[in-house]
């Protein structure tokens, strides 16, 4: 178990939904001696120091201050802390024959044949209304198997293994809570919440949780190569990257990882890679030194961001559905990404200064490029370096699996994109 992967393990099963990935990463922040600022605050910097805020609680934004401060180079990297999956809806009892089901919408683009035939939990956050008025949220993480999704039976769906069957969402994604009382009381999932977190049952006003996949991370294959986990979509890069930033050292400027929300349903929100926030906060750190946006946007167009964020590795068994020529290996490095259309974010220059760091510090990377004949998916990269004109580039851990409740990648590759991060922030 090298020290990456350690990092990726410990993030993995303390990141069970967006806001526990910023809440774990919060408490390795303050353990290395990172101090939490308000945005609402005027900032007081200083040189050396290293500072984070956390906007809205799914959303996190950490930084260093390297001896020339605003003067050196501006350098960013951004992940995203949300992943694909099925979110409670509000209202959700489904009493059936004494069977309590619970009613779920789709979040980002799931493999959604995955999450049956599975122990599901729940995670997210819960706003109760407190004794007297006013409003506190908290946090929830069940920790335990109380949600299951079982497959029709294949007596009775005798065609599913040569045809396939589409799933109905409405339908079929009403995961099993317990067996209860026909008769029992209107809104048992409230109570059973209430319960779980010693509120009022009438208390709670409202809540964002996440059926989440309570596997932890492992690692398989004879010789142990490979990574099998859920949410390595894009904890893998949110872990790589914290680290990368605590432990690179800081160069000369300003250093900075930005986690956001979002990215799966389109990062168009106030928590989203796509709002007006990324250009705050580099503002509000040039305001700290007396400069002022002008100033943040004319150093951000000497600077670089590097958008981090999973690739597909060659699968083969299906190797038609890879480039011919540019095809990233499982255990090969992490991938720098292209797409002509800036559906992944590069120009020749930024992706040639991450290549150079990686051979001038022995890291291990690759080339990925999408078929021509397919459209692929899109990052964060081309939203912030349009918000934030910078030097970008795509890059991530290429994952088998992606989107599925159980993800694949190589261990040897974590390593590589963490050491790539330690490079960039470093001195």
């Not at 996190?60 to 099925?86: C, K, N, S, V």
């Not at 890059?395 to 590589?416: P, R």
């Amino acid at each position: 178990m090298t020290q990456a992967l350690s990092h990726l393990f410990a993030y993995i099963e303390n990141g069970t939904s967006a806001y526990h990935v910023v809440n774990h990463t919060e408490g390795v922040l303050e353990a290395a001696g990172f101090k939490r600022l308000a945005l609402r605050d005027n900032w007081k910097l200083e040189k050396g120091g290293r500072y984070y805020v956390s906007p809205f609680p799914t959303t996190l934004y950490a930084f260093t201050i390297g001896e020339r401060g605003t003067d050196g180079q501006l350098r960013l990297a951004g992940a995203h802390t949300d992943f694909p999956a099925m979110k409670i809806k509000p209202d959700p009892d489904l009493n059936r024959r004494g069977l309590l089901q619970l009613n779920t919408e789709v979040y980002g683009g799931p493999i959604l044949n995955t999450w049956f035939d599975r122990p599901l939990s729940l995670a997210g956050r819960v706003a109760v209304r407190k004794e007297g008025g006013g409003v506190k949220t908290l946090p929830v993480d069940l920790k335990r198997p109380c949600l299951y999704l079982p497959n029709l039976a294949v007596h009775m769906n005798r065609g599913v293994n040569e045809e396939g069957k589409p799933i109905n969402n409405q339908k079929e994604l009403l995961p099993f809570v317990m067996l209860t009382d026909e008769k029992a009381e209107a809104h048992p999932f409230r109570a059973l919440l209430a319960q779980a977190l010693e509120v009022p049952a009438e208390s709670i006003l409202d809540y964002d949780l996440c059926v989440y996949n309570p596997a932890k991370p492992s690692l398989v294959g004879w010789k142990e190569d490979f990574v099998s986990s859920p949410r390595l979509d894009d904890i893998s890069s949110c872990a790589a990257l914290i680290h990368g930033l605590i432990e690179g050292g800081g160069h000369d400027g300003i250093s900075m990882v930005c986690l956001f929300d979002n990215e799966e349903v389109g990062s168009r929100s106030k928590q989203g890679a796509d709002s007006a926030l990324p250009r705050l906060i580099v503002a509000k750190i040039f305001r700290a030194f007396s400069k002022d946006a002008t100033d943040a946007l004319s150093a951000a167009a000497d600077g670089y961001f590097m958008s981090v964020d999973v690739a597909h590795a060659w699968h083969p068994n299906y190797p038609e559905t890879q480039d011919i020529t540019n095809f990233p290996l499982a255990g090969k490095g992490f991938c720098l990404k292209s797409a002509s259309n800036q559906s992944y974010a590069w120009d020749a220059e930024a992706l040639a200064f991450a290549a150079d760091l990686c051979l001038s510090n022995g890291i291990l990377f690759q080339r990925f490029a999408k078929h021509s004949n397919t459209k692929g998916g899109g990052t964060i990269g081309s939203i912030l370096s349009s918000q934030i004109p910078m030097r970008t580039v795509d890059m991530g851990i290429g994952l088998l699996a992606m989107h599925s409740a159980q993800e694949m990648m190589a261990k040897a590759d974590q390593d590589s994109l963490e050491s790539f991060a330690k490079a960039y922030f470093g001195k």
